[in-house]
């Protein structure tokens, strides 16, 4: 069964801490993984579209990664402004077109 | 990307009403998605809507309880019917990203914050 897995449920850095949110995955064969940004009473807001490992992709403060097996959210120098859940998808090559399976996502809060 | 609205941002009702969703895109697009989003939890995906034919539901989600409608290339509603309060949600919308490369990312509307009393 295709899974997707997202740790930790939460995390609290201070402003500047960088650090890492972590997308595990378990498919048939992958068409893509996506990032989003949700802030809270709001739809999730596309970031990255990761289709094979070793691929990353960068934007402001964000790099996303890609291996066979996880992918990687790093966050460097974050602001306060970055606090959000992140959630991670794929899109699995077994499920039917255009489905893609939705993690639990990464509530990341940055204080000042 | 696509600009997606919805309708209404939110609303209150009361058990065993129906509450009709509506979901404008500023695009033409094939297919359309509706997600419900349980307080706390993450995207579980209820249907997919083409225009012009049956939209496809997911396992444990029925027609009689979320009928759809998909009348043109810009437009989809989705109904909740004989609401409880277990229905309490964020409902949303969405469209696939179609930039002619394969990929298969989806952009979503801000949601409709459903309680149900």
């Known amino acids: 069964e295709d899974q997707v897995t997202q740790s930790p449920e939460a995390l609290r850095l201070q402003e500047g801490e960088s650090s890492s949110l972590n997308c595990s995955y378990t498919v048939s064969g992958l068409r893509g993984l996506f990032w989003y940004r949700q802030d809270p009473g709001k739809g999730p807001e596309f970031l990255f579209t990761l289709y094979s490992a070793g691929e990353e992709k960068e934007k402001e403060r964000l790099k996303a990664t890609l291996t066979k097996k996880e992918s990687f959210l790093h966050i460097t120098a974050p602001k306060p402004e970055d606090s959000a859940t992140y959630l991670c998808a794929v899109h699995p090559v077994s499920s039917s077109a255009s489905k893609i399976i939705f993690g639990s996502g990464t509530r990341l809060s940055i204080r000042p | ?117």
Do not use: H
């Open chain 2, 1 to 117: 990307s696509a600009v997606i609205s919805q309708k209404p941002s939110r609303d209150i009702c009361q058990r065993g009403t129906s509450l009709t969703i509506q979901c404008q895109v500023d695009s033409q697009v094939t297919m359309m998605f509706w997600y419900r989003q349980q307080p706390g939890q993450s995207l579980t995906l209820i249907a997919t809507a083409n225009q012009g034919s049956e939209a496809t539901y997911e396992s444990g989600f029925v027609i009689d309880k979320f009928p759809i409608s998909r009348p043109n290339l810009t437009f989809s509603t989705l109904t909740v019917s004989n609401m409880s309060p277990e229905d309490s949600s964020i409902y949303l919308c969405s469209v696939e990203g179609g930039s002619g490369t394969g990929s298969y990312e989806q952009y979503f509307g801000p949601g409709t914050r459903l309680t149900v009393t």
